[in-house]
DNA sequence: GTCTATAATTAGATAGAC
DNA sequence: GTCTATCTAATTATAGAC
């Protein structure tokens, strides 16, 4: 692996367990095994370097989640394989959790692939969703956009609780919860 | 005012907004118009003042939570008064943000105040819901813990995406979702 | 209690040698 | 491409005068 790659993929486990303003050039660079001079060639600076990071989190995000919402099957199988997907709970989301970074929303650029991640998930869940009421799975008074947004904010959330607690338990809770209610719709 | 309190209260607003790590010593002064002497006569360091900063925080948070909970009617108007009430959404959780803070999690003194409040606000939930189980107002099949957990996740992953999307409407959204898939559960 | 001086360490980067 | 030297500012304090 080159000097630049394993820049980027330093870059994205700090990220992902530090935030932004947390993760010190410094830091990268022992991570990474690679010198000042190496970084600065590569990079023009920590920003550059964050958003290459932050897209390529961004990357495989989604091919994680879109790997368990096409799964075959009904919608309720995909939206459940997708909630109960394998993940690094205690690190949290990679990408939600810079939503919480001052100098990532204070940043258009850095900000930018993490609404945009968010906005795809949100859209692939509607259209799950939406799916399963067409399907007759769900009652047509669902509202795919909305639920779809509910659905979202348990995940993100889930993480928040479970950092908090220091136990992956809230997560699991509050997706198993989230389900029942999901199924009591079921018709 | 005196200065300490005004140190606390700016290192609350801080705090909140930028979170542990993206909050500095000079800042803090700056905000409370006090002196470097003067902040380190009236505490340790950074850490003993946000300590003091967190909990005034928790304290707050719960005041306002404990404030809808307890207003009276039906438990689905308690937890929908709590889901409903003010909120600066943008600035996201002054202590379910804190959750996404490496320092904070590593420093068992400082995440203590962050556990507690979500332990409580989890209790609470519980509480009015197991209200709402014993009058018939929610069906018996409906596990008060789970559901407190994962209304709790709607509301800190509300926070997380609406930052992300840098609008209020997917809190919004995420809490409408929530509330119609439990209104569905009512008798 | 508050102020100013001082300081060790890190952050974030540039310049130029190799 | 990588390394070392250098640099300015910020971070997080401590010491002692007033």
Redesign the pocket.
């Known amino acids: 692996m080159?000097?630049a790659e394993r820049l980027i993929r330093s870059t994205q486990e700090l990220l992902w367990e530090r935030g932004y303003v947390g993760t010190?050039?410094?830091?990268i660079q022992q991570h990474a095994q690679?010198?000042?001079?190496?970084m600065?060639?590569?990079f023009?600076?920590?920003?550059e370097l964050a958003l290459a990071a932050i897209r390529r989190n961004a990357e495989e995000l989604r091919a994680e989640a879109e790997s368990a919402l096409s799964r075959p099957g009904t919608a309720h199988e995909k939206i459940s394989a997708y909630l109960h997907r394998e993940r690094a709970i205690l690190r949290g989301c990679r990408i939600g959790g810079l939503a919480q970074d001052p100098d990532i929303l204070a940043s258009a650029e850095l900000r930018q692939p993490v609404t945009e991640t968010l906005d795809w998930l949100h859209a692939r869940l509607t259209a799950v969703l939406a799916e399963g009421v067409t399907h007759g799975e769900f009652p047509a008074d669902l509202d795919p956009a909305t639920t779809a947004t509910t659905i979202s904010a348990v995940v993100q959330g889930g993480y928040v609780l479970a950092r908090a607690a220091g136990s992956e338990a809230p997560f699991t809770q509050a997706v198993e919860g989230v389900e029942k209610l999901l199924l009591s719709k079921q018709l």
């Not at 690679?34 to 190496?38: D, E, L, N, P, V």
């Not at 023009?44 to 920003?47: E, L, P, R, T, V």
Request: proline content about 6%; cysteine-free.
């Open positions: 080159d000097t010190s050039p410094k830091a690679a010198g000042q001079g190496s600065y060639h590569h023009a600076g920590k920003s």
